[in-house]
């Protein structure tokens, strides 16, 4: 799921924040909230360990999703 989210603006955005501070949760907007298809997206990603959700829309992501994110776009 992570290669095929690498480059958009959901995953840049969550690498910019780890990259500023990796202990900040970034808060999904609305329209993403509201979307089957991203919150599947979500779930996915976290299940696979790529992201942490500490409640439901605010997420980060872990050391493991940060690494991955960056070989994907070398």
Do not use: W
Request: glycine share 6%.
């Amino acid at each position: 799921m992570l290669q095929e989210m690498v480059g958009s603006q959901f995953l840049v955005a969550l690498a910019h924040s780890y990259e500023e501070d990796p202990r900040r949760f970034v808060s999904l907007p609305k329209p993403m909230l509201d979307s089957s298809v991203a919150r599947m997206a979500v779930a996915e990603l976290r299940n696979e360990g790529y992201v942490e959700e500490q409640v439901r829309g605010v997420i980060r992501l872990t050391p493991r999703g940060y690494k991955a994110y960056k070989e994907h776009i070398n």
